[in-house]
């Protein structure tokens, strides 16, 4: 179990004001700013780039920021007492010595975090490394191993708070699966989860709320709910040609999809006006599935273009 927080420390467990990281002329975070609260899991998306992880090492104090500042409990991380106690961070799962077990990896970090007796065994037994797996050196785990060997590194404080950077990497579908009851008990027990992945589809199954960032900056952010309304209904049916015209009759926007229609409106009143218009559907849902992954690449391409648009304008302002 964990221990909760202390009296007289702040509401939002994680928060990020307008941080900011230049290297010369290059911004790899551009005034990014959200907060984290108790009990919640938070998605930190973006492609591959996309300033992610380097907004995550200026949180727990392994890079510096060029401005802004990012607070754990109210106080930067390299101010918190035994910070692995507050803050179980995973930012790279390789990053582990190869020669030693994965037993002897967690028992070092339980000493230096000053964690309970027993807790070793604990953490390997929750993130499903058997004590035959955890004699193995190191060198000789598979990348979804060492992502298990992380989290559990990361727990063995017991913390209140989790930074994961891709932690679902190397995992198959059973074990992101895990993951993803892993971090949600997490979150329900008072938790607070900053997890960051390339993969939307698995982090919109877990998070409450998501941070979606693009060239450095945020490009969305609000609740799962929030972001994937009004992205309408997908619909298959006998005839689709003739479904189309009946729900354009109506009002509805409609656009060809894959295997289907997509239509701008509830799946309740597509289903109305398709019985109405007598035409048998074959499937009919709401248009979440892949929602999240359009928004991005819609905003992301949005951002691109006007920052293509700002360096014209700069260089043409340069030239006159």
Known sequence: MRRGRTAGEGGAMIQIEHLTKRYGSFTAVDDV?????????????????????????????????????ALV??????????????????LDASAQHPGRTG??????????????????DEVLDLVGLTPKE??????NYSLGMRQRLGLAAALVGEPEVLVLDEPANGLDPQGIHWMRTLLRDFADDGGTVLLSSHLLHEVQVIADELVMIGHGRVV???????????????V???????????????????????????????????????????????????????ALEEIFLELTSAQ??????QAAQDRAEVAA
């Open 73 to 90: 409990h109210g106080r930067p991380y390299r101010l918190l007492e035994q910070p692995g106690r507050h803050v179980g961070v995973m």
């Open 103 to 120: 037993r002897e990896v967690i028992r070092l970090a339980a000493i230096q975090m000053g964690a309970r007796r027993g807790r070793v």
């Open 236 to 290: 298959r049916s006998a005839d689709d040609e003739r479904l189309a015209a009946a729900l354009r009759e109506q009002g509805l926007e409609v656009t060809a999809a894959a295997g289907g229609l997509q239509v701008a409106g509830e799946s309740e009143v597509v289903g109305r006006v398709a019985l109405a218009a007598g035409v048998p559907l074959v499937s009919l849902a709401a248009a979440s599935e892949g």
């Open 304 to 309: 691109a273009r006007s920052g293509q648009d």
């Open 33 to 69: 700013s959200f907060t984290v609260e108790p009990g919640k899991v938070v998605g930190f998306l973006g492609p591959n780039g996309a300033g992610k992880s380097t907004a995550m090492r200026m949180l727990v104090g392994l890079t510096p920021a060029t401005s802004g500042r």
């Open 134 to 139: 955890s004699s193995r050196r190191v060198r």
């Open 220 to 234: 969305a952010q609000g609740s799962v709910e929030e972001l994937l309304s009004g992205r309408g209904s997908r």
